[in-house]
């Protein structure tokens, strides 16, 4: 049985390297503007058939999820950092701005960020590590005032992925103007 997206398993050496000629050749693309990824343009630039593609991502979006780990990885790295600043608040803000700027930059990054199922595990638990992350940050921000208890670590992803799309439907110059009404709004009641 072949591994699916992003799935840990040992690959052979031959399906290990066919898996990365495909996500350097997304990459790619991507990187050139291309936000399509059709498989069989992939397919095609990777140098191989296009059931290969389709045995290692079985859809667009499995092969996004997996060029999505790395903006994953740096999410969770920022949300630790924020963490480690002395005032929490200014932590929380720092993250914030960080994943709106990724999620700006790369609209299927954005996408898989605010989806609420994934067909990748790895994705899955990408998402989970960065809930906890946040969640260690919301708890210091808590402790100041600012921040209400009832909020999760997933709301303030849902709420930032609204900032995101309202950024992106009118003006970047209203970034820190939403950020800032983003953060007013998770303060507790007056």
């Not at 398993?9 to 790619?28: C, G, S, T």
């Not at 992106?168 to 950020?179: C, K, M, N, T, V």
Request: net charge negative.
């Amino acid at each position: 049985m072949t591994p699916g997206a992003g799935q840990e398993k040992e690959l052979r050496a031959d399906a290990a390297r066919n898996r990365a000629r495909i996500l350097q050749a997304a990459r790619e693309r991507a990187a050139a503007g291309d936000n399509s990824l059709q498989l069989n343009a992939v397919a095609r630039l990777a140098g191989v058939g296009v059931g290969t593609v389709y045995r290692h991502f079985p859809n667009r979006h499995a092969l996004v999820e997996a060029l999505s780990t790395e903006r994953f990885r740096e999410l969770v790295d920022e949300a630790r950092a924020a963490a480690a600043v002395q005032d929490p608040h200014a932590g929380l803000r720092r993250l914030l701005r960080f994943t709106l700027d990724r999620m700006l930059d790369d609209p299927d990054f954005a996408a898989v960020l605010e989806s609420a199922g994934e067909a990748d595990a790895p994705t899955s638990e990408m998402k989970a590590e960065l809930d906890r992350a946040v969640t260690g940050l919301l708890e210091d921000v808590r402790l100041t005032g600012a921040v209400r208890s009832s909020i999760q670590a997933d709301d303030v992803r849902r709420l930032l992925c609204g900032v995101g799309h309202a950024v992106r439907s009118g003006s970047s110059e209203a970034r820190d103007l939403y950020l800032d009404v983003l953060l007013e709004g998770l303060r507790p009641p007056r």
